[in-house]
């Protein structure tokens, strides 16, 4: 850990993508440490530091692993999701491009504790530098004897691969990412079953994010209590948080779990560019219900933003000033989904077209009386009805800015009815 | 009209194949081969892939027309993929493409005549730290500016 108290931060700064640079920070002792453990041992220990998936669902990552089943006659697998693709995120990105070295080692520990020999990282298509780094630092490490046969002079074997995917924001929920990694399209499975007991090619697989695994190391280094102690009662240590849209200083952020959303913005992102007022803040990827400027004193932890309606998420951070169009965002964000639907499901499919259709309309002027209470009712009527979360975030994006800023939405409707009726022709004829 | 791979990509594809339990799942790394190769995916190598994969060749159609970055026919020299996701859209997303739209007279999905440039208009690449920001071809590209996109095709359009 380095002076000002961040942990993956000093790697990433010191292009940790390379061997030499991370022998320095005591590169691969943690994995060394590990491998003398008993499995059951590293897990307890994940478990103990309450370390939660960073990727979007945060499950606690210890208890996880200890779902494969004991003594598989089947391969285990280990996958890495860096499909990176929820908007407003962008942490990952930085792991593997500069701190490459500590997701190896993260990744050995974590194979060593499921009992898997193989591991995919499967990276989205659009990262084509960010591919190269990896499979640069995967070469490195094979040429040490880090990977590959006997890995760090012991008698555990992994072999560890970079899967590039093809733009399809879908393949970052895990089953589609398998499916994808199967060489199909990416759709999401039914579950159960789980993928820890039939994942990858029917085999028990754990997929588990970047900056997750990035932070096992440290972890095993310093002692779960270290990293617990850090964070919040049930989620523990730091986490990045990605700051972009209006604020001075966007950016990433290694902070503690649990840091004021407030302090987000002003201290850390630099507050709000001229100065302006601030009208809404998405907490955690575009996925994450808005909040209102009067909710931002919420602590960025799992449970407390649960509590208030929303969630952590990928803790990407998107700030709006006083100054957007919120019919606008809302429009920006729900083309999103509508993009991505896999169309799979009936009500994902046709609902995020539909939500679309009628946010295109009432930002070219053709507003009507019933819009606001149209985009609620599909909303809720995609929302429980899909195989995976895309079309509920879809659901619960639209009614979340409906709930939150009614007022404006109703105000934006009338002034547009009342345009129209101006600028009807029939209208004109009869004055 | 027939599809050849080469020598490299060959050997490329090869190696690909051992790292997975089964061939079929070497399809997205095979099929990024051919395109580094082509510059697309030609319906002349759909049989090919398919054999090499041991599937039906609608497998790999099915898998083609899933994701948006397998081209399927050739686009410009300059691929200009601009996001419009939500944080490049708050900091003027709309400007540059509307910039893009008028300076080379195509829209989103269209190549100039020239064959020098596409615009494809993307959703969320995970940059917005830098929004707006674009990718060219393989490169990221962001806190784009009027004049930096000015910049970007007037020395590309040469």
Same mark, same amino acid.
Request: glycine share 10%.
């Given at each position: ?8 931060t000093?790697?990433i700064?010191?292009?940790?993508n ?31 530091? /309450?370390?939660?998936g ?5 499950f ?14 089947k ?9 990176e693709s929820?908007?407003g ?10 701190a ?7 990744i ?11 591991c ?7 990262y ?6 990896i ?8 040429d ?12 555990f074997?992994l072999d ?7 733009? #399809? ?9 398998? /499916?994808?990694l ?10 159960p ?14 997929? /588990? ?6 932070y ?8 779960p ?21 209006n604020? /001075?200083?966007?950016?990433?952020y ?26 809404c803040?998405?907490?955690g ?6 909040l ?10 799992p ?11 990928s803790?990407?951070i ?6 957007t169009n919120?019919?606008?965002?809302l429009? #920006?964000?729900?083309r999103?989904y ?6 799979q ?8 077209g ?10 070219s002027?053709?507003a ?10 599909i ?5 429980g009805?899909?195989i995976?979360?895309?079309?509920d ?35 004109k004829?009869?004055? | 009209?027939?599809f ?7 050997l ?9 339990p089964?061939?079929r799942a ?5 099929l990024h081969v ?17 054999e ?13 027309m899933f994701?948006?970055?397998?081209l ?7 691929h200009l ?5 939500v944080?490049?859209?708050l ?30 208009e993307v959703?969320c ?14 490169d990221?590209?962001g ?16």
């Amino acid at each position: 850990m380095s002076k000002n108290g961040k942990i993956l931060t000093p790697l990433i700064e010191n292009d940790c993508n390379l061997l030499e640079n991370y022998k320095k920070f005591k590169g691969y002792e943690a994995a060394k440490k590990a491998l003398k453990m008993s499995q059951d041992e590293v897990i307890e220990e994940v478990q103990k530091s /309450n370390l939660r998936g960073l990727g979007g669902a945060g499950f606690p990552t210890g208890r996880k692993w200890a779902f494969i089943p004991k003594n598989s006659q089947k391969p285990v697998y280990l996958v890495i999701n860096c499909d990176e693709s929820e908007p407003g995120t962008f942490k990952d990105k930085y792991i593997v491009s500069s701190a490459t070295h500590v997701l190896i080692e993260g990744i050995i520990i974590a194979s060593y504790a499921i009992g898997a020999h193989t591991c995919y990282i499967y990276i989205r298509g659009e990262y084509v530098e960010p591919a190269r780094r990896i499979e640069a630092a995967i070469k490195e490490a094979y040429d040490a004897g880090i990977l590959g046969k006997k890995v760090l002079g012991t008698d555990f074997n992994l072999d560890v691969y970079v899967h590039r995917g093809a733009g #399809a924001y879908i393949c970052g929920e895990e089953t589609a990412l398998l /499916n994808s990694l199967e060489g199909k399209k990416g759709w999401p499975r039914m579950k159960p079953p789980f993928p820890a007991i039939e994942g990858l090619f029917r085999c028990p697989t754990i997929v /588990n994010n970047v900056e997750t695994i990035a932070y096992v190391p440290p972890i095993i280094q310093n002692g779960p209590k270290w990293f617990a102690d850090m964070g919040t009662e049930r989620s523990g240590g730091m986490r990045f948080y990605g700051i972009s849209g209006n604020v /001075n200083k966007p950016g990433i952020y290694e902070l503690p779990v649990g840091t004021p959303l407030r302090e987000m913005i002003y201290e850390h992102a630099g507050g709000i560019p001229g100065g302006k007022a601030l009208k809404c803040v998405v907490p955690g990827g575009v996925s994450a219900p808005p909040l209102r400027p009067d909710e931002i004193d919420v602590p960025m932890d799992p449970d407390a933003l649960a509590k208030i309606g929303t969630m952590i998420g990928s803790a990407g951070i998107i700030v709006m000033d006083e100054d957007t169009n919120l019919v606008e965002m809302l429009m #920006a964000s729900i083309r999103f989904y509508h993009h991505e639907s896999c169309a799979q499901c009936t009500p994902c499919r046709e609902g995020t077209g539909w939500l679309d259709k009628i946010l295109q309309r009432m930002l070219s002027g053709g507003a009507r009386e019933r819009d606001i209470d149209d985009l609620y009712e599909i909303g809720d009527s995609i929302f429980g009805n899909t195989i995976c979360p895309l079309g509920d975030s879809a659901g619960m994006v639209a009614k979340g800015y409906i709930d939150k800023f009614r007022g404006e939405f109703e105000a934006y409707l009338s002034k547009s009815i009342a345009a129209k009726s101006a600028n009807s022709p029939e209208l004109k004829k009869a004055s | 009209m027939s599809f050849e791979l080469t020598k490299e990509s060959k050997l490329v594809i090869d190696e690909l194949l051992t790292r997975y339990p089964n061939k079929r799942a070497a399809a997205l790394p095979v099929l990024h081969v051919v395109q580094k190769q082509h510059g697309y995916i030609p319906a002349e190598a759909e049989p090919l892939v398919a054999e090499i994969l041991e599937v039906p060749p609608v497998k790999i159609r099915e898998v083609l027309m899933f994701y948006t970055l397998f081209l399927q026919k050739e686009i410009g020299k300059n691929h200009l993929q601009v996001c419009r996701s939500v944080s490049c859209w708050l900091r003027g997303a709309d400007r540059i493409i509307k910039q893009i739209n008028e300076k080379l007279g195509i829209h989103d999905g269209e190549t100039t005549s020239d064959k020098q440039f596409t615009l494809t208009e993307v959703e969320c690449l995970g940059d917005c730290e830098h929004a707006p920001m674009m990718q060219l071809n393989d490169d990221y590209i962001g806190d784009l500016t009027a004049e930096k996109v000015d910049e970007i095709i007037g020395k590309k359009g040469q």
